[in-house]
């Protein structure tokens, strides 16, 4: 097994191996005296994983109850919130009490921001079930749902107290899940590590699934450590947010977000005027990893897409362009300008062929 140790306002690790979730509630037991827990996750990874998780809390003297919603982006809105804290009431959960979120991102954004509210803040662990929060949304605090006009726009930051990522969870994804979290690990490779990167480029990682993880992880402790509260440095983990955003809006979320952040990248890359030859490494490395490179929206409406975008900062964005593999830089852009990166992205693309 390895650990990842996140120093942010709460310490907690990171524990990354295979077969982990049957010890879950054991390993939990050693960061957190056992106590009454309120275990959320989606219908479908309740059905897999729901009954091991909670046999594995109970065996630990842990005092386990669980919860499910209707798996998907569309359940990660005010309504599910409210449900799972009425829950947490309901089964007296006390400040004393935890939250463990199992599943992927929309679980740990929503029961993580459950446990941010519930009795103004209980403590609550993290075990992500998609390599997308494995190496992104697991860690670093972020927790959030959806409003009516966009995507995590309501939130607070709440550390988890650890994160139990099992390994042998991930490799069991469908490719398609697995090529949704390829877009965040090689988003890693993109901004700092032209290695990680180099490993990635033929798509035939799998077998490293946890050295992987690990550097990806390594890599988020450090920016978190750096910029717990998004505030500067952490910036740069919106690398191909901005315009993967915009495309997942103009899909009305039926584009995934991995699968999003894949083309936003590219667009990043063509938009700053990268080399030909890096554009298309960078193509070829998303293509490999089971994602399309194309973007079937028009510059006016990704451009209108945008605005809705919380990263927005009054009449300003920054956007992370890259400058070459393992480099990046932010750019503050009016938004007034953003139709302009767009346009320059699509038809940089075209040209290229991609
Ligand atoms: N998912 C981006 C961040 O944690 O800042």
Redesign the pocket.
């Known amino acids: 097994m390895r650990t990842v140790h996140i120093d942010a306002s709460t310490r907690y690790d990171v524990l990354i191996g295979a077969n982990l979730i049957d010890r879950a509630g054991a390993l939990t037991a050693e960061a957190v005296k056992p106590c009454r827990c309120a275990i959320v996750a989606d219908d479908t990874v309740d059905a897999l994983y729901g009954a091991r998780v909670h046999d594995s809390f109970q065996a630990a003297g842990f005092d386990a109850v669980k919860t499910a919603f209707p798996a998907g982006e569309g359940s990660k809105h005010i309504g599910t919130l409210s449900d799972i804290l009425e829950f947490l009431a309901e089964r007296r959960l006390t400040r004393a009490d935890l939250v463990v979120a199992l599943g992927g991102g929309v679980t740990g954004d929503m029961a993580g921001f459950a446990a941010a509210v519930y009795a103004r803040g209980i403590r609550f662990v993290q075990i992500p079930t998609t390599l997308l929060s494995a190496v ?2 697991s860690v ?1 605090g ?1 927790t959030a749902i959806d409003l009516k006009a966009g995507k995590n726009l309501a939130g607070a930051f709440h550390q988890p107290s650890l994160v139990i990522t099992d390994t042998d969870v991930i490799r069991a994804l469908p490719p398609e899940q697995l090529a949704c979290g390829a877009a965040e690990v090689i988003k890693y490779g993109v901004l700092y590590d032209e290695k990680l990167f180099a490993r990635l480029e033929d798509g035939d990682w799998h077998g490293d699934m946890d050295a992987v993880i690990e550097r990806c992880v390594q890599w988020k402790r450090d920016v978190v450590a750096e910029d717990e509260f ?1 505030t500067g440095s ?1 910036a740069f ?1 919106n690398l191909g947010h901005t315009f993967g955003h915009a495309i997942e809006q103009c899909s009305g979320l039926s584009v995934t977000h991995g699968q999003g952040v894949a083309i936003g990248m590219l667009m990043a890359a063509a938009s700053a005027g990268c080399p030909d030859a890096m554009v298309r490494r960078l193509a070829a490395c998303v293509r490999a990893n089971g994602l399309s490179t194309h973007c079937p929206y028009p510059a006016a409406a990704l451009a209108e897409a945008a605005l809705t975008d919380k990263k927005r900062a009054g009449d300003a964005i920054t956007l992370v362009l890259p400058e070459r593999i393992g480099k990046c830089y932010l750019k503050k852009v009016p938004v007034g300008e953003l139709r302009g990166w767009f346009e320059r992205a699509l038809e940089r693309q075209e040209a290229l062929g991609l």
């Open positions: 992104d949304s670093g972020k998004d952490r983990l």
